[in-house]
């Protein structure tokens, strides 16, 4: 008994330790998305623990206005390793995003993923195995289940990061990144609180800096088919604007 005892000792003093000093931040955004939390978390730390990686995951609530907040909670006490930050006021992907990135310090690697649960976790062991090779690697959708208006605006600015910064990455947006958390502070010096597509702008300074980057192709959970929202088109009009502007600026600024 007194040896089963220490064990679980030192097993609760290993995991501790994990949590505050992980070696991988999680981060992400999450907006009305009270539905996928579930399955998105579950698959989640399943993968980080099968890789003994000592990890926090750190979701973004950016105001929802549906039950996201509860499910956030409950789901808090089934996961030691989650954390929830509740924003009072809508800010968009964008800010969040960059929050986000900005508050993820003190470990080693950062990851990205969206709330939507949309990219399978099958890609992300290979891309950790190979992760001290590279400062940024990134998923590309082989199939993408988003509606017709994100889809735009991912092929617009893939065109604009192609011809300002070069070409190379063909789903620059894409949310399944790891990210050196030194590259990306370095980065962020050159993003705007505000810019609506921080993933773009990360891409854009990776291919600008000649970082390494590692691209891996990732597939569909079929979420995001399944639930599909339809997006006004005045909102990829938009969003292509706000891209174009940003990726103008950060073109600018270095």
Known sequence: TVKYGVLTVIFCLSATSKMQ????????????????????????????????IGYVMRCYNDASTDTTGVVLQELTQKHAALQVINNPVNRGHGPVLFQAYTEATGAA?????????????????QLWQQRHSYELLVGERAVSHQNIFRKGITRVATTLVGAFFGRGVRDVNCPYRLLRTSFLQQALVYI???????????????????????????????????????????????????????????????
């Open 21 to 52: 000093h992980p070696e991988l931040i999680v981060v992400v955004p999450v907006y009305n998305e009270a539905g996928r939390l579930q399955p998105m978390v579950a698959a989640w730390t399943a993968t980080f623990e099968r890789l003994q």
């Open 109 to 125: 690697w950062v990851f990205q993923i969206d709330g939507d649960h949309e990219l399978d976790c099958s890609a992300f062991e």
């Open 192 to 254: 705007t609180p505000d810019s609506f597509a921080p993933n773009v702008l990360l891409t854009a300074f990776a291919i600008r800096t000649n970082a390494r980057i590692r691209i891996a192709p990732v597939a569909p959970t079929g979420l995001l088919k399944q639930q599909g929202r339809w997006q006004p088109p005045w909102r990829m009009i938009r969003g292509s604007i706000a891209a174009a502007l940003d990726l103008l600026w950060i073109r600018f600024k270095m």
